[in-house]
T-cell receptor, first 116, second 115 residues
Framework: AQKVTQAQTEISVVEKEDVTLDCVYE???????LFWYKQPPSGELVFLIR??????QNEISGRYSWNFQKSTSSFNFTITASQVVDSAVYFC?????????????FGTGTRLQVTL | GAVVSQHPSRVICKSGTSVKIECRSL??????MFWYRQFPKQSLMLMAT?????????EQGVEKDKFLINHASLTLSTLTVTSAHPEDSSFYIC???????????FGPGTRLTVT
C-alpha cells in the first residue's frame, strides 16, 4: 500500500522568510512518481512538480525548490522568500509508474499562511 | 496545456435528491478518469476509477450504488450522487491522464452542498 505523510499541519511565516514543507512517503513499488500540488482557497489544484523515482536530482524553479532523497523516502519542498500569494494548502502525492498515469495517493496537506 | 472541465462548479441540492457531476477532457481523449472527494480541511481521497466502456472500479468503503459512475465516451465521465444526504457534502474533483505524456490533469472541482 502507498502512503504519504505530511507531518506539518499548518505553518505560519512572515513574508520573505524561507519555508520548507516536509513529505515522507511509503511504497513497495520500485518505480513511482512524486508530486506537489498547491490548492488555493478556490479549491482548484495547481500542479507544481512531478518527479520520477529514477531522478534524484534536485530541482529549482524560481523561488521553489525540491529535495528528493530516496534513501530517506522524502520529497521536501522549499519556498524561498515567501510571499502572501503563497498562502495555500500544499499537497504531496505519490503514484505508481505504469506507463500511463495512475491514481494518486495524497498526503494530508500542509496549510501555509504567509503574513506581512 | 490540456484542460479538464467539470460541471457544475457548485451545486446545492435537497436531501434525498440526486446530483450529476460531469468531467470532460476538452482537448484529449481519456480512457480512464479518476474521481476524488475532499471533505473540508481534509485531503483528497480517491473514490473510484472510471473506465471508458466498462464498469468503474471503486475504492474500499465507497458505495457503488450511491455513487454511480458512467464513462460513456472518451471525453466524458459522470458521477451521480444518488439520494444525497448532508454527509455527502464535499468537494468532488476529477482527473484525467493524457496518454503519451503520462501527465494527469485535474478538473477545477465541484462543490456539493446537500441541505
Amino acid at each position: 500500500a502507498q502512503k504519504v505523510t505530511q507531518a506539518q499541519t499548518e505553518i505560519s511565516v512572515v513574508e520573505k522568510e524561507d519555508v520548507t514543507l516536509d513529505c515522507v512517503y511509503e511504497t513497495r513499488d520500485t518505480t513511482y512518481y512524486l508530486f506537489w500540488y498547491k490548492q488555493p482557497p478556490s479549491g482548484e489544484l495547481v500542479f507544481l512538480i512531478r518527479r520520477n523515482s529514477f531522478d534524484e536530482q534536485n530541482e529549482i524553479s524560481g523561488r521553489y525548490s525540491w529535495n528528493f532523497q530516496k534513501s530517506t523516502s522524502s520529497f521536501n519542498f522549499t519556498i524561498t522568500a515567501s510571499q502572501v500569494v503563497d498562502s495555500a494548502v500544499y499537497f504531496c502525492a505519490l503514484s505508481g509508474y505504469t506507463g500511463t498515469a495512475s491514481k494518486l495517493t495524497f498526503g494530508t496537506g500542509t496549510r501555509l499562511q504567509v503574513t506581512l | 496545456g490540456a484542460v479538464v472541465s467539470q460541471h457544475p462548479s457548485r451545486v446545492i441540492c435537497k436531501s434525498g435528491t440526486s446530483v450529476k457531476i460531469e468531467c470532460r477532457s476538452l482537448d484529449f481523449q481519456a480512457t480512464t478518469m479518476f474521481w476524488y472527494r475532499q471533505f473540508p480541511k481534509q485531503s483528497l481521497m480517491l473514490m473510484a476509477t472510471s473506465n471508458e466502456g466498462s464498469k468503474a472500479t471503486y475504492e474500499q468503503g465507497v458505495e457503488k450504488d450511491k455513487f454511480l459512475i458512467n464513462h460513456a465516451s472518451l471525453t466524458l465521465s459522470t458521477l451521480t450522487v444518488t439520494s444525497a444526504h448532508p454527509e455527502d457534502s464535499s468537494f468532488y474533483i476529477c482527473s484525467a491522464p493524457r496518454a503519451g505524456d503520462d501527465e494527469q490533469y485535474f478538473g477545477p472541482g465541484t462543490r456539493l452542498t446537500v441541505t
